[in-house]
């Protein structure tokens, strides 16, 4: 069974709509991880988590918000879906250790919002 | 500013080409640094990472990357490509803390040729 699983891998909406993406991990790490990749822009951080309690914002976190429902699980919402949040979506989690840090990705979720 | 720039943002190359991405970075501190690999459909998986110790790191299939501290660099490298190396690169970089900040490049595609 794959490490961190996602939830739809695909979906298509319209604008306006209420989106949400799951997250779920069987690493046992505790910070967790949303990103948006688009074409020529790499990764970028939309919200990250270092524990149930602990929820931060990354660098694009306009029009979406997060919840961590527990240490397993990380969901990602669009309150009111927009055409430029269609992208792809990684959940990620990472190992806290000083010489074991690593990012362990998800298979991506395939938004499109028409 | 921490920043991550990928020079090549397309590479194609032959099979049994040699292949070298570029990597610079912008962060303060002590760095670890990453090389990550996206095949077509597929998630994020770690290629080589640099924590300390010898700058010449390798990684799996056969990559290696050099960590240049006086540069700011940590180029990819592959004496001889495959086709099946054909795949999106990140390089990515975070600092001594797990609780770091990690700065995606915008990655390079790489096409190779069969």
């Known amino acids: 069974d794959a490490d961190v699983t996602q939830t739809p891998r695909n979906r298509i909406t319209k604008t306006g709509k209420r989106i949400m993406l799951e997250c779920s991990q069987t690493k046992g790490h505790d910070r967790m991880y949303w990103y948006r990749q688009d074409p020529g822009l790499g990764l970028r951080l939309i919200y990250y988590?270092?524990?149930?309690?602990?929820?931060n914002k990354g660098e694009i976190s306009d029009g979406y918000s997060v919840s961590r429902q527990a240490q397993a699980k990380f969901s990602l919402s669009l309150e009111s879906a927009i055409p430029n949040q269609t992208a792809l979506y990684f959940c990620a989690t990472r190992s806290a250790g000083r010489d074991t840090d690593t990012q362990y990705f998800g298979p991506g979720t395939r938004l499109t919002v028409l | 500013a921490q920043s991550v720039s990928q020079h090549n943002h397309h590479v194609i190359l032959s099979e049994a080409a040699s292949l070298e991405l570029g990597c610079n970075y912008s962060y303060g501190g002590t760095v670890n640094l990453f090389w990550y690999v996206q095949y077509p459909g597929q998630h994020l998986q770690l290629l080589l990472k640099?924590?300390?110790?010898?700058?010449l790191v390798k990684g799996i299939k056969g990559f290696e990357a050099e960590f240049i501290k006086s540069k700011f660099s940590f180029n990819l490298r592959k004496p001889s490509v495959q086709w099946s190396d054909t795949a999106e690169y990140f390089c990515?970089?975070?600092?001594?803390?797990?609780?770091?900040?990690?700065?995606f490049g915008s990655g390079t595609r790489l096409s190779i040729r069969p």
């Open positions: 988590s270092f524990d149930v309690k602990d929820i």
């Open positions: 990515a970089v975070t600092g001594y803390s797990s609780a770091s900040k990690i700065i």
């Open positions: 640099y924590f300390s110790g010898d700058p």
